[in-house]
C-alpha cells in the first residue's frame, strides 16, 4: 500500500512568512527567543552537515594547502598574539581571528585531528584571556573589531566541542559593552563593521534569555553606520575613479559585502519591514551600477562599476556568502540560496589556485593576464591579481579560508514543521533530530553544480515521518521531485515540502535542469551560463615563478600569461543557447577546479576578433554586440569559471 506523501510549494518571499503544519518553532534546535522574530530557517551547529563526494574532496585540497599550513610560515600567524605569543612585533589585530574563522569549521567538518589539535592551540590562549571588565584577546589590542571576528570563531567551536567556557566569555564581553560608552566611530573598521558583533549577540541571547545582549544591539545598530539608509538610498552610482568620487568606508567592498546582511538581521529585532527592503533594494543597486558575473560586485579595493576588467576582492567574495547564509536562513528567500550558491561555486575557487596553495586578491570576469602591472583598480596595487601568497595585502590571506567550510555548514537547516531543509545542493550528509526527535542521517548523493540529479538518500536504522524541504533555484523551470511513491511537479523559486514517513534505504530524487541560458553584459554581451555555474573561455594558461616563500611546502606566486586566443566573439542563440553550443560532461578529479580536468564543457564556434585588445595589461571594452569578423569559424570551448585562471565570461556576440 502506498503511503500518502504531501508536497506543497512554499515561496519565502521578502515580506511574506509561510504557514508551517506543526509546531511554530524548531523543538531540537535553539530558535530565536523573543522579542526576536522567528528566522525562516534553523542553522544546525557546526559539525551536523558534512561534505561528501567531490566536495570532501575540495575541502581536503584546502586543508591540505594554505589552510591547513598558513600558521607555520606566514609571519603574520607564525608570530601571532592571539595564539599566545607575547613578542612585541606579534600580530594582535584581525588576521589571527580571521585564520581561525575558517580553520575551526574546517578542522571539525573533515575531524582532521592534526587541524583539531592546531586549533585547540589557537583557543586556549583565547578562552584564557578574559579579563574583569569583560575584554579578552591580545593584551596590546585595544580595538573593538576583531574582537567581532573572535566571538564568530568562538561560537563555531563552542557548537563543536561544547566548550563550556565559551559562553561566560561572551557573556562578560556584552556586558563590558554595556558598560562601556559606545566606541563605534564611521571613520574606522569597528564602527562600520560594528553590527557584525549582531551574529554573536542573537546567538548568545537565544542561549541565555540575558535581554541586556539585545540592548547592546539596539545600542550598536543607533550608534553606528547607518547602512539601512544608505541600501535604501544607494550614493555611489558610478565607479569610484569616476568624477572624482572620493573614496570611503562606505565604498570599501568587504565592508558593503558584510554590511548586507545587517538591516536583514536588524529586522527580527526591530521589526520594521523597511529593514528587508533595505537589503533587497541595496542588492538591487550593487547589481545594476556595480555588478559582475557570478553573483558577486566589483570592488578593487573601491565600487569600481560594471567593467569586466575591473576586480573584486577575495575577502568580499566569502564575507558576501557569509551574509547570504544569514539572510537565507533569517529572511528564508530563495533568491538569497540561489546567489549564494553562484559565489561559492564560481568566485570561490575561480581567486585560488586548484591546490589552494596561491590566491589573488582581485579576481575579474575577462582575465586575459596574471602579471604585476598597472591596471585600473580604483586604489589596489600593481599585484593584486597576480596567484599568491600575500598580494597586495594580507587580509584575504587570512580571511580566504572560512568560504567553503562555512558553505558546507548552512547547506542544511532545521525547520520550524520539524524537518530538514536543503538550502544549498552539493554531496553532503546531514545527522539530526527530526519529528519527535528521532535522530536521522540524510545523505545527498550527486554531482552538483556540475549535474542536476540530487539523490537523497535515508541512512537510519529507525523510521521518521516529517517533511524536507528542497530549495527549487528560480533558474530551474520543470523540476521533478521523486518519491518511492510518486513524481511531483515544482514550482521555480520556492522550496517543494515533501511530508512523509522516512524508512531507512529511502530515496528521494531530485531532477533540476541545466538548460543554458545567457545573460546580457557590458556592451551588449553575452554570459553563459548552465545552473549555477558561468563558463568562461578556455583559454590556454603558461605559469611562471615570481617568488617561492618557503624551502619545501609549494607557497609559490605565480604569473600566468595566455598560450591561445582569448578575444572571441561567440556565436550563440541568445533566446535558445542549445541550438549552438553543446555540452559535454566529464569525471569530475581530485582537484574539481582544475582547468586541465573540467567537469563539464561547453563546445561553441567562435571567431577571433583582432580588434579586441589589452589595455593597462586586461582585457579591453568588450566590442559592442554585435560584432563582425573575417578570420575563420573555429570551435570554442568554455569551461565553468572555478577552473579558470584565465578566462572570458562577458563575450562579444557575433552577427548571425
Known sequence: MLQPVMIVFCVLALLTTCAFAAEPANK????????LLQSKFVPLPLGTVRPEGWLKDQLNVQAKG???????FWPSLANNAWKGSKDKDAEAWERGPYYLDGLVPMAHLLNDQRLIAKVKAWMEPILASGRPDGWFGPEKNKDRWPLAVAMKVLIQYQEATGDPRVIPLLQNYFKYLKTAPPDWPDEHWRGVRAMENIIAAYWLYNRTGDKTILEVADSIYINSFKWTDYFLNFPYTDEVMAKGIKYSHPTHVVNIAMAVKHP??????????????????????????HGQVTGRFSGDEHLSGRHPSQGTELCAVVEFMFSLENLAAQLGDVYYADRLEMLAYNANPGTCTPDYWAHQYDQQANQVLVS??????????????VYGLEPNFGCCTANMHQGWPKFVSNMWMATHDQGLAVIAYGPSSVKAKVGEGVEVTLVELTDYPFDGLVRIRMDSPQSAKFPLHLRIPAWAAGAKVKTPEQTLDTRPGSFAVVDRLWKNGDVLELTLPMNLRTETRYNNAVS????PLYFSVRVGEKYKEIKRHHETLPAIDWSIEPTTPWNYGLLVDRENPEKSITVEKRKISKLPFDQQNPPVVLKAKGRVLPQWEMVQNSAGDPPLSPVTSDQPLVDVELIPYGNTRLRVTEIPVLAQ
Open 28 to 35: 531540537h534546535y535553539p530558535v530565536n527567543r523573543e522579542p
Open 264 to 289: 536583514g538581521m536588524r529586522y527580527v529585532q526591530a521589526h520594521d519591514p523597511k529593514l528587508v527592503e533595505a537589503v533587497k533594494s541595496g542588492l538591487a543597486s550593487l547589481d545594476k551600477y
Open 372 to 385: 604585476v602591472a598597472k591596471r585600473r583598480w580604483s586604489t589596489n596595487g600593481d599585484a593584486s591579481n
Open 528 to 531: 553563459i551560463i548552465r545552473g
Open 66 to 72: 594554505l589552510t591547513g599550513n598558513l600558521d607555520e
